[in-house]
Each structure stands twice: as structure tokens, then as C-alpha cells.
């Protein structure tokens, strides 16, 4: 399952990858117009078969006319969105899952024994903890990832989703 999601969502994007899912981020696709991003979006969603995510209405018309999966987001709040996904997407993972960058979407890979030097050259990544947590570099940006207490807000945050 991957998605792509227009500019609107920007914050949804991040949480689905979050997620673990493969969402691209229509303000990346490097388009130069919005007319002509509408096409692109609708294109590349065709292409590499992605649920269209979108919060415009003439879209989800153009998205149905080409057989393309959608879901209008109507919600205000990432976590209503989510919730708006689920109901339209069954089966969608709640769990945080450290697949991919939540910053470009690139896939992450599990840091090993021997790369603490490239932890300790990050200023971002608590020192202290080097040794002990796992710790995640996406393959794309370089970016780091471990699971702290942004990690827990977020599974928190994700649990009252998961009740009726
Ligand atoms: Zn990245």
C-alpha cells in the first residue's frame, strides 16, 4: 500500500510514513504550475498504482475517471485524517515502524556496531543513549531515527485511534 498526498497534507504525509508507508509528498514531485501539478500527481498515483490522497474535490473527479484509488480528506487534524484513512483504507498499520524517513520518504536502515562515529557527528541524536537504543539512518538524507520520547507521544497519540 502507498500512497501520495497533495500539498495540503503535508503533516499527514509525515505520519504515514511514520507508519511505515511509502508516501510521496506532491510538493517533491517538482512541478512547475499547479495545472500542470494536478497531472503529475495523477500520473505518477496511475503509474506506480498509489492511493491518491487529496483534500480538493475536481481531483478525487479526474482520480475516479481514470481509475485511480482515492480518499478525499475532509478532516482539519492529522489524527482525524488518519482516522478518515482508516475508515476508507482498511487494514492500515497503527504501530510506528522505523521503514521510512519521515522527512523524504527514503528507506531506512538499521545502524550497526562500528558507525557511532556517524551518531556522534549528529548534534541532534542524544549522546548518552549511543550503545544502548537501535538506532535508524535513512539511505536518502542521512537523517537518524531511535525510538525516544517523541516515539512514545506518537504510539500514544496513535492508541486512542485505534479505539472505536
Ligand atoms: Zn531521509
Known amino acids: 500500500m502507498r ?17 511505515g508507508y ?17 497531472r503529475v500527481i495523477l500520473s505518477f498515483a496511475a503509474r506506480e498504482s ?8 475536481v481531483m ?6 481514470e481509475g485511480i484509488r482515492y480518499v478525499l480528506v475532509r478532516g482539519d487534524d492529522v489524527m482525524e485524517q488518519l482516522a478518515e484513512i482508516i475508515r476508507y483504507v482498511p487494514g492500515v498499520n497503527l504501530e510506528p515502524v522505523p521503514l521510512r524517513c519521515s ?9 550497526v556496531a562500528g558507525e557511532e562515529y556517524v551518531l556522534r557527528a549528529k548534534s541532534y541524536v542524544p549522546a548518552d543513549r549511543i550503545g544502548e537504543m537501535d538506532f535508524w539512518i535513512c539511505k536518502t538524507c542521512g537523517r ?15 492508541q486512542r485511534l485505534k479505539r472505536p
Open 22 to 38: 511509502d508516501t510521496v509528498y506532491a510538493a517533491d514531485l517538482g512541478t512547475n504550475s499547479d495545472e500542470n501539478e494536478d
Open 103 to 111: 522527512e523524504c520518504n527514503g528507506e531506512l536502515r538499521k545502524m
Open 144 to 158: 537518524v531515527y531511535w525510538r525516544g520520547s517523541h516515539w512514545r507521544n506518537m504510539r500514544m497519540q496513535l
Open 50 to 57: 498509489r492511493i491518491l490522497l487529496t483534500r480538493d474535490r
Open 60 to 65: 478525487t473527479r479526474l482520480a475516479d475517471r
Open 3 to 19: 500512497f501520495i498526498a497533495d500539498r495540503m497534507l503535508g503533516k499527514l504525509c509525515t505520519w504515514l510514513r511514520i507508519l
